[in-house]
């Protein structure tokens, strides 16, 4: 059947790509792997005929359709890990110290010259803002001076505690585990329980903290209400993160990151390949620093792995005493060609969000140390898909060390199981890539898209949980119970003088 032209030429039009877009983006977190996520993002929209400028602490270097503008922001890398495991390996801590953080880079990024120029031209030159939203709405407040539909990225999976505020929407703490929580899901009672009490004490503590540093430093965007965004980008795959209820305004991109691998140094190729009995591949990231980890846990490792078949590379900054003869060490590694290739059996990790999706996607078993934030509840969903082992480094002992790498390396088991997550990892009806460049010309295509948005966006914290419904039914049950009283208590005593009066005629 022939379709008529005017049909067709209006199905072109209505699905046509728009023209290219003008995009502001800004990366408020001075963490390495929080770039890297967003840095992909940005790419695939430059890399679809889209002009992108962004200000960012980690500049690469300008390209076609691509401008940076540099912002300097305090970083966090290679940490004592002692210092790291006390500062962020605490919710007390780790929650009020990302709020402080978050506001004082909002303040600098507002501060700087280009921004302020931006901010104050009373005019947009954009189409839409991307940004990082961490702990603080200040992330926000660009898209608010502007009057421009708001996208944020998430480089981890979803932050527990501002669910309710970037999402309208907050989880099911019988359901979805926390953020920071040491479990992929909560199936025991205690699970359960402990995930409740950290969502409400992680969202007491984000409200609390927020209110202290308005009263001691208050900001101009402290002064309007927080943009909503339109959208959000979150590092997140089901294979990866355990299913849960999702709005629509949250595309998940989990993986976006990873690269065609490249061609491996040559020094670090022979060793692989000169490998018998294949390669473990061992580093925790760019945050702490390997060699400040106490004596007795670099001990536990270098016993351990002196004893393993295999040859290890290991991420290690400076020199190494007693180094095992089958360990190389550099400060560091091209991790993604690494682990893709054929002759690596394990990956040993800290459990970083990028390191596990380069993990899924290469089909490399994980022995897990999770140090601190996402990094627990991301080893777990590994152990639960099959394809890995969870160990606590302060606790570490040789020989469990000895057993879990051998177990892991042997065993098929975890092998087969990280081969079938991986090809889970990549069936998908589009690439990360084409989801972004997709989702955000629908979101100018369509004003800002303020279709996606949850209702709850639109309802007070009472009405949200449902307090004046369960108000309302408290004094309807009641009512009724005191009707119920008053009813009986009148039959009772019409009852009671009818006794009284018929007892006399029957005597």
Not at 22 to 45: C, D, P, T, Y
Not at 167 to 172: A, I, K
Not at 261 to 282: A, C, M, Q, R, T
Not at 295 to 304: G, P
């Amino acid at each position: 059947m022939k379709l008529p032209v005017f049909y067709i030429f209006t199905v072109l039009i209505t699905f046509a790509s728009v023209d290219a877009l003008q995009i502001l983006a800004i990366e408020n977190v001075a963490g390495k792997s929080h770039w890297n996520f967003l840095s992909a993002v940005l790419r695939s929209l430059s890399d679809n005929g889209h002009n992108v400028t962004v200000f960012t602490p980690f500049p690469d270097g300008n390209q076609v359709n691509y401008t940076e503008v540099y912002i300097e922001l305090p970083a966090k890398v290679s940490m004592d890990a002692v210092d790291t495991f006390n500062t962020f390996g605490k919710s007390e801590v780790l929650i009020p110290l990302v709020m402080t953080m978050t506001r004082h880079f909002c303040n600098i990024i507002y501060e700087q010259k280009d921004m302020l120029e931006i901010l104050n031209s009373g005019k947009s030159n954009f189409d839409i803002i991307i940004t990082e939203v961490l702990s603080s709405e200040c992330t926000s407040y660009v898209a608010f001076k502007l009057d421009l539909p708001l996208i944020y990225v998430i480089p981890s999976p979803m932050v527990s505690n501002i669910e309710h505020s970037v999402l309208g929407d907050v989880s099911n703490p019988a359901t979805v585990s926390h953020l920071m929580a040491h479990h992929a899901v909560p199936r025991t009672f205690a699970q359960r329980f402990s995930n409740v009490v950290l969502l409400g004490f992680s969202l007491f503590a984000l409200i609390y903290k927020e209110m202290e540093l308005k009263k001691i430093d208050p900001q101009p965007y402290d002064l309007v209400k927080p943009k909503k965004p339109s959208l959000v980008f979150m590092n997140t795959h089901h294979i990866t993160d355990a299913p849960r209820p999702m709005p629509a305004s949250v595309i998940q991109v989990g993986g976006i990151h990873l690269k065609t691998p490249k061609s491996i140094p040559n020094d670090i190729l022979e060793f692989i390949e000169n490998s018998p009995h294949g390669v473990i591949y061992f580093t925790f990231g760019s945050v702490v620093s390997m060699s400040t980890l106490p004596d007795h846990i670099q001990n536990a490792f270098k016993e351990a792995l002196a004893q393993v078949p295999q040859r290890v590379l290991w991420k290690y900054e400076g020199e190494m005493k007693d180094k095992p003869i089958n360990v190389m060490t550099s400060k560091w590694f091209p991790q993604r060609d690494i682990l893709m290739h054929p002759n690596v059996k394990l990956f040993i990790s800290h459990g970083g969000i990028s390191g596990v999706y380069e993990a899924v996607d290469a089909g490399v078993p994980v022995l897990g140390f999770p140090l601190f934030y996402d990094q627990p509840r991301n080893i777990e969903n590994l152990v639960d898909a099959g394809m890995g082992i969870s160990m606590d480094l302060l606790t570490i002992q040789k020989n469990d060390l000895l057993k879990n790498i051998l177990e892991l390396t042997n065993n098929e088991k975890y092998t087969k199981n990280a081969k079938i997550t991986s090809e889970r990892f990549k069936d998908r009806p589009m690439s990360p890539a084409e989801s972004v460049v997709y989702w955000t010309e629908y979101v100018v295509r369509h004003k800002g898209a303020p279709h996606l948005r949850s209702h709850a966006f639109n309802l007070t914290w009472y009405q949200y949980f449902l307090l004046d419904v369960v108000v309302v039914i408290l004094i309807f049950i009641a009512l009724v119970i005191l009707i119920t009283y008053k009813v009986f208590k009148i039959v009772y005593y019409k009852c009671l003088k009818y006794s009284q009066t018929i007892k006399p005629k029957l005597e």
